[in-house]
């Protein structure tokens, strides 16, 4: 039986934190002189405040440690419960948002996913456009630490090949795992920090450029425009964006090594190797189709490709162009580039980098047996040897994904939506790139036109993609809970 007192006091602690955080954009609304959603923020800042304190103080006075079972549970209901408070604020606001969209766009905040129902965010209250933001940015930094010390530990598709890196360098630089993250938080707050200023610089307010630098730390990619990026139309701002869009879809670890005197592990490192490759490739290919098929100018067509390329790998999000209507195999394309992802250990979304590095070497192992069968041939991550555990828990990984994938395709489908658009929904919310393709959800559309049983289906994969879809799906099965 799975002891709930430790989950539900964890729980109360972060509904209590949230409350907090939402008190920020309700003075920024009084400051702004948007009144009613000044009150509208402070009101369920305070109701989400008494529920996160009555339920610390219901479930304290215990001292257990959570095990592998109670952390699943954890993780899931966490993230879930805080969608459910941050949804408030949306649906209490002028915007006239039902509680289903309500929820559907605090889901997407928090997994830092750029769907949005919300139209006209270019007159919207700073408020409601500081909250998105906030809660992506939180969900970046959240997803970074799931990454780094809860994901290894309960190894979740592969993740476990990280896990000695971590207690490596615990060993030698970091004695405490609390320290790990505060030094990682304290990056990717100085990440942050310089977007934000590169993109006042290229021409932001001071306002636009913190959201956004915001949304791109975290490859959320929430924009303060309907147009998103393409409202700008700066090419300094769309360089900005790529860089740290890059910078943000890296192991946030190899930058804690790079301070503390190893920078050369960061361009050692395979992980950034395929993923600087998979960029380069598909910049190209892109850019070759643009130029040759479409015919745009080079530069034009350069500058068009390499931006929404590397929002799609990375998962962010941000668009400049209706890239769905290049062509076909554009489309096709694009549809395979939303499922790469970024690095394991990084804000970014999607299968990741290191599980097409491992299925690679594991077949190339393979295939070598195949031609020399007395041959001795190790698949190896990062000169390490991989383990058969670690193999066959990304190979199902990727069975799993592709389950879930034709699954939550098929429900749209049912929910009323087009073969294009629910496919391309699906492979959006599972690795919480965002924009779909096809002109419902597509690069210049809103996800405010779908039906609620579709918002609800794709919110759940939203859900399960964020975090690496065992750890909420495993929730589902009667076995776990009989453990």
């Not at 139309?233 to 790529?242: D, F, K, N, Q, Y």
């Not at 490192?269 to 850019?287: N, Y």
Request: with cysteine.
């Amino acid at each position: 039986m799975i002891k709930l007192r430790p989950i539900v006091f964890a729980m109360g602690i972060l509904i209590s934190a949230l409350a907090v955080v939402m008190g920020i954009p309700a003075v920024v609304d009084w400051l702004s002189e948007y009144g009613r959603d000044a009150s509208s923020f402070a009101a369920c800042a305070a109701f989400t405040l008494f529920i996160g304190v009555s339920t610390v103080l219901a479930a304290s006075g215990g001292d257990e440690e959570l095990d592998i079972r109670q952390t699943f549970v954890l993780a899931g209901f966490g993230w879930f419960a805080a969608a459910a408070f941050s949804a408030l604020p949306f649906a209490f606001s002028d915007l006239g948002l039902s509680p289903t969209s309500a929820f559907f766009e605090a889901m997407a905040g928090v997994t830092a996913t750029a769907s949005t129902v919300i139209t006209g965010l270019d007159s919207a209250p700073p408020g409601i456009l500081l909250w998105r933001a906030l809660l992506q940015w939180s969900g970046g930094i959240g997803m970074i630490a799931m990454a780094i010390v809860v994901l290894p530990v309960l190894q979740v598709g592969g993740m476990q090949l990280f896990r000695l890196e971590v207690a490596g360098m615990g060993r030698r630089a970091l004695p405490r795992v609390a320290e790990i993250l505060s030094s990682v938080g304290l990056i990717y707050l100085v990440f942050t920090t310089l977007c934000a200023t590169a993109l006042w610089a290229a021409g932001m307010t001071g306002f636009e450029a913190v959201l956004h630098a915001m949304a791109t730390v975290s490859t959320g990619g929430f924009s303060t425009s309907d147009q998103s990026i393409a409202h700008f139309h700066s090419g300094a701002i769309e360089t900005v964006l790529i860089v740290f869009m890059i910078l943000s879809s890296l192991p946030f670890l190899l930058y804690l090594l790079a301070m503390r005197g190893a920078p050369g592990r960061l361009f050692a490192d395979g992980q950034v190797h395929w993923f600087v490759g998979i960029l380069a490739g598909a910049v190209a290919v892109m850019t070759y189709w643009l130029w040759h098929h479409n015919g745009a100018p080079f530069l034009a067509a350069l500058r068009e490709s390499a931006f929404n390329v590397v929002s799609v790998v990375s998962g962010t999000g941000f668009t400049t162009a209706n890239y769905d209507a290049w062509g076909g195999a554009a489309v096709a394309g694009f549809l395979f580039l939303m499922v790469v992802g970024g690095c394991g250990g990084s804000a970014s979304g999607g299968i990741k980098v290191f599980r097409f590095q491992v299925i690679y070497e594991t077949a190339n192992a393979q295939i070598k047996r195949l031609i020399q069968p007395s041959g001795l041939f190790v698949p190896q991550f990062n000169d390490r040897p991989i383990p058969d555990t670690v193999a066959t828990a990304v190979m199902g990984f990727f069975f799993l994904f592709a389950v879930s994938f034709a699954l939550l395709a098929l429900g749209l489908s049912a929910a009323g939506l087009d073969p294009l658009t629910s496919l391309s929904g699906a492979a959006a919310a599972l690795t919480n790139v965002g924009p779909g393709l096809g002109g419902v959800i597509g690069p210049s559309g809103s996800y405010g036109e779908l039906p609620d049983m579709a918002k609800w289906l794709l919110s759940l994969g939203m859900l399960a993609g964020r975090l690496d879809l065992y750890t909420v799906l495993v929730l589902f099965l009667p076995a776990f809970w009989r453990g």
